[in-house]
């Protein structure tokens, strides 16, 4: 069984960053392909970026260039470090890992297995 543990999430003024982190365990998580969603109030959930175990990676149009995913195999936990907040981010931040390896990426829902509890950030203007 995996479970995922986000952190890192809060409030801040526009223009800010945050790293956000999501700590795993489970047998060999460190083999999964990982990735981070966040849905907004009344929005649907959105696929942010995914990260294979190589470390290549996948971002949506809409966070390419402010949005950074990386992983520590070696600690079992996935960062996401978010430059150039706006309110349009504020959200629920989800955490996702799937044993499947999608060398080609993915940002879809249904590919993911396991999802993690969230941290929510709130930016204001």
């Known amino acids: 069984q995996v479970q995922l543990v986000e952190s890192g999430g809060g409030s801040v003024q526009a223009g800010g960053s945050l790293r956000l982190s999501c700590a795993a365990s489970g047998d060999n998580v460190r083999t999964y392909y990982m990735g981070w969603f966040r849905q907004a109030p009344g929005k649907e959930r959105e696929g942010v970026a995914g990260?294979?175990?190589?470390?290549?990676?996948t971002y949506a149009d809409s966070v390419k260039g402010r949005f950074t995913i990386s992983r520590d195999n070696a600690k079992n936990t996935l960062y996401l470090q978010i430059n150039s907040l706006s309110p349009e981010d504020t959200a629920m931040y989800y955490c996702a890992a799937d044993p499947r390896p999608y060398g080609l990426g993915t940002l879809a829902s249904r590919d993911f297995r396991y999802w993690g509890q969230g941290t929510q950030v709130t930016v204001s203007a």
């Open positions: 990260i294979n175990i190589y470390g290549g990676t």
